[in-house]
């Protein structure tokens, strides 16, 4: 483990994409903060095994980030101990399918804090100390139905359409301080969101995808490591989809 190595925050770290992401940092040296909430446990022992797999720092964090309150603790720990991350990704994320009119207000509250809400305070929380350097990378995973929007799924992709407005906006805001801002808009990617879907579903759905598969973790976890690092230094403000050709 090196002090020296950077260093990055993580939310839904304990997801199927969040932890793809996880693994690419650990194996290019990162050292890494991982944000979850109900499967801490099972994060916790990612963290061991990546720290000794990959000899990087790896701690793991539980927060509730639809709670105002349990994102300034994790940020208030998380800058104690590493006054300078040099990347932000949000990733944490919930979906909610259903007819808007049988949506309760406390179930619209909890999908907008947890997909958009945790994004603004998070970036919010990371943004001193990366003002202060003139340098680092936030990443927000967001969703092609934030632009598309999906039937069933209204506040979801309203929830995603905010991400991307917001990362357009705080690109063009951050750019003269030397700080990059980009959202992936991701298709349908084979993780634990999609366990509503039965296989049948899931094989028509992959059919209507041009490339006729949904895309891996690690798929989206390469392209989060290539716009946060140096290679992808002249991009800022951009929402990228890596959604198959699916819209
Ligand atoms: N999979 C897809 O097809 C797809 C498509 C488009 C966009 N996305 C976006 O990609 C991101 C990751 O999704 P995924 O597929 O990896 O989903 P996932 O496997 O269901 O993981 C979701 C992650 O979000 C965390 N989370 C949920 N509610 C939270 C809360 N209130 N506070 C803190 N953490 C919370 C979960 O933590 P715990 O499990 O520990 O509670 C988990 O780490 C999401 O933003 C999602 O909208 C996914």
């Known amino acids: 483990m090196s002090l020296q190595n950077p260093s990055m925050i993580l939310t839904g770290a304990s997801g199927g994409i969040g932890r793809a992401i996880a693994e690419e940092y650990a194996r290019n040296g990162w050292n890494l903060f991982l944000q979850g909430f109900r499967h801490i446990d099972m994060l916790t022992q990612f963290c061991e095994e990546l720290s000794s797999r990959c000899g990087v720092r790896a701690a793991a964090i539980r927060s509730d980030l639809a709670d105002p309150e349990s994102v300034r603790r994790m940020f208030e720990t998380i ?49 001193p100390s990366m003002l202060r350097r003139h340098s680092g990378c936030i990443l927000n995973i967001s969703s092609m139905w934030g632009s598309a929007g999906s039937s069933t799924e209204a506040v979801y992709s309203a929830s995603k359409g905010a991400v991307d407005a917001f990362t357009r906006a705080l690109g063009k805001e951050l750019a003269p301080s030397g700080i990059r801002v980009n959202a992936i808009a991701c298709g349908v990617i084979d993780t634990p969101m999609n366990d509503v879907l039965t296989s049948e579903d899931k094989a028509a759905l992959a059919d209507e995808i041009p490339l006729g598969r949904f895309g891996r973790p690690e798929e989206i976890a390469k392209t989060a490591y290539f716009l946060t690092g140096p290679d992808s230094s002249y991009i800022t403000g951009q929402v990228i989809r890596a959604d198959g050709a699916f819209l």
């Not at 619209?108 to 929380?125: D, K, L």
């Open 79 to 127: 800058l104690n101990e590493d006054p300078s991350p040099d990347v932000l990704i949000n990733c944490a994320g919930i979906a909610w399918f259903g007819l808007l009119q049988d949506m309760t207000d406390a179930e619209y509250e909890r999908v907008m804090e947890t997909n958009f809400g945790s994004v603004f305070r998070c970036c919010r929380a990371v943004l």
